[in-house]
Each structure stands twice: as C-alpha cells, then as structure tokens.
T-cell receptor, first 111, second 115 residues
Framework: SQKIEQNSEALNIQEGKTATLTCNYT??????LQWYRQDPGRGPVFLLL?????KEKRKERLKVTFDTTLKQSLFHITASQPADSAIYLC??????????FGKGTSLLVTP | DGGITQSPKYLFRKEGQNVTLSCEQN?????MYWYRQDPGQGLRLIYY???????QKGDIAEGYSVSREKKESFPLTVTSAQKNPTAFYLC??????????????FGPGTRLTVL
C-alpha cells in the first residue's frame, strides 16, 4: 500500500539551530513533492515544491532535498526562530491530480 | 484581496442532520478540493474537481456529496450517512487540475462537531 511517513515525534530545537524534517514514501513514483506549513487551527500554507530531477531547492532559510532512489525528502530550516514553530506536512502524488499528505511533523523552536 | 473563504468557522450539527459547508475562491483557479483532518492525522482527500460541472471521489468520499456549478464555488454536504463526521474540514484550490506541480491554496477551515 502507499505510505507517506513523517517523524511522528515532535522535534524540539533551540533557536538558531538547523531543523531537519524527514519525509519517506513507499509505492509512489512522484514527479514532484511539496512541503506545507500548518499552524494550529488553520489551513496549510505552501512552502516549496521540488521536482524529481532536482536534487535540492532553496528558498530563503528553507532547503529541500529529494532523493528518488532512497524515496525520501529532507526539509531543512536554517537559523531557526520561534516563529518557525508549526506542523510541517509533505505531500506528493502519483496521478498528478490529487495530493496525498503525510501526517506532519511538529516543530518547536525554543528561545 | 484574493483567496479562499470557508464558512462557517465552527459548525454544530445534531446527529442525523445533513449540513453544507461553503467554499468560495476568487483566485480564478480551475481545480478545487475538499480534505478532512482529524487530530494528529494528515489531510485526507474527500472530493476534488478539476473543472466546472465535474468532480471525482477522493479516498474517503462515502457519506459526502459535492457540486461544482460555478468556478468560484465548491460546497460540501456532510450527510447523515457519514458515520463519524466530527472533524476539521479544509477546502483548497489550485490553478489547474495537475495539482502535483501546482501549489494548493487552502481556506481557513470549518470545524464541524456533531452533538
């Protein structure tokens, strides 16, 4: 069966450090993978999209890697800030018409 | 000011009643989606529509119905046949139906509680 797995345990890090979140998938052959941020009680907000032929993508303090051999994406936030505390969701699709989301990883950045 | 609106933010329903959740977008997007989120869970797709007057079932469509009569609107009806309707419902849209390479824009959500 198809699975998208993200760290189920919350990630607690100190302000200024780099946060690394993992997304592993099975029985998908996605051409693209997306990352979203969700704050409690609100809708997710798109952060980054990476294509299968891109090894790495950056946007300001965010960096995403995509390894189709390992079937894994890593999401990094450098110089983390308390305002980065949220749930981070990865999402991908086989069909291209509907996204499947992981359960998300909760990140807490403490001062 | 473009975006997606959902109403109401909180909704209470008695068991056995149907209820309709509203979703409107002014982003001129072709595709719209409905997701359900339960505590500690990811988003699960209920229905999606790539174009007006067309929609497809997602992974958990049983007990739900939708319509897409206008490009801007994609209402979701939670019927009495839905066994466990208490959840957080999210509507989203994207510029085309090939959502895997188009970001989705989400509304603020409707929290439905069945009493």
């Amino acid at each position: 069966s198809q699975k998208i797995e993200q760290n189920s345990e919350a990630l607690n890090i100190q302000e200024g450090k780099t946060a690394t979140l993992t997304c592993n998938y099975t029985n998908y052959s996605p051409a693209y993978l997306q990352w979203y941020r969700q704050d409690p009680g609100r809708g997710p907000v798109f952060l980054l999209l990476i294509r299968e032929n891109e090894k790495e993508k950056r946007k300001e303090r965010l960096k995403v890697t995509f390894d189709t051999t390992l079937k894994q994406s890593l999401f990094h936030i450098t110089a983390s800030q308390p305002a980065d505390s949220a749930i981070y969701l990865c999402a991908l699709s086989n069909s291209g018409y509907a996204l499947n989301f992981g359960k998300g990883t909760s990140l807490l950045v403490t001062p | 000011d473009g975006g997606i609106t959902q109403s109401p933010k909180y909704l209470f329903r008695k068991e056995g009643q149907n209820v309709t959740l509203s979703c409107e977008q002014n982003l001129n997007h072709d595709a719209m989606y409905w997701y359900r989120q339960d505590p500690g869970q990811g988003l699960r797709l209920i229905y999606y529509s790539q174009i007006v007057n067309d929609f497809q079932k997602g992974d958990i469509a049983e007990g739900y119905s939708v319509s897409r009569e206008k490009k801007e609107s994609f209402p979701l009806t939670v019927t009495s046949a839905q066994k466990n309707p208490t959840a957080f419902y999210l509507c989203a849209s994207s510029s085309s139906g090939r959502s895997s390479y188009n970001e989705q824009f989400f509304g603020p959500g409707t929290r439905l509680t069945v009493l």
